[in-house]
Nanobody, 122 residues
């Protein structure tokens, strides 16, 4: 069973930056896609960004140009660099992974982290 452990959330002022990380508990050689979802209070979970084992990335329109997803060479940790943060980025951020190719369906992601809270406020 693969476990995903997020870190890096916190409180930041608008315009600031945070970097989230997601480390896996064991080898994920067969995992093809990892990514980040977020869920704001009283809103549906939103797919923020994904990265494939080969390095292909996708982003939600709401974060393009501000967020960057990247991975380490060992393919056991991914990161989400968040710049120019806005109050609307406030949410719980969840790391996720699946064996298949890109999917925009939350139910098709097999593994989930426990979440890390990001609050953007002055």
């Amino acid at each position: 069973q693969v476990q995903l452990v997020e870190a890096g959330g916190g409180l930041v002022q608008p315009g600031g930056s945070l970097r989230l990380s997601c480390a896996t508990s064991q080898s994920i050689f067969d995992i093809y896609l990892m990514g980040w979802y977020r869920q704001a209070p009283e809103k549906q979970r939103e797919l923020v960004a994904t990265i494939s084992k080969g390095g292909t990335t996708t982003y939600a329109d709401s974060v393009k140009g501000r967020f960057t997803i990247f991975r380490n060479n060992a393919w056991d940790t991914i990161y989400l660099q968040m710049n120019s943060l806005k109050p609307e980025d406030t949410a719980d951020y969840y790391c996720t992974a699946r064996y298949g190719y890109y999917s925009g369906k939350e139910t098709e992601y097999r593994y989930w982290g426990q979440g890390t809270q990001v609050t953007v406020s002055s």
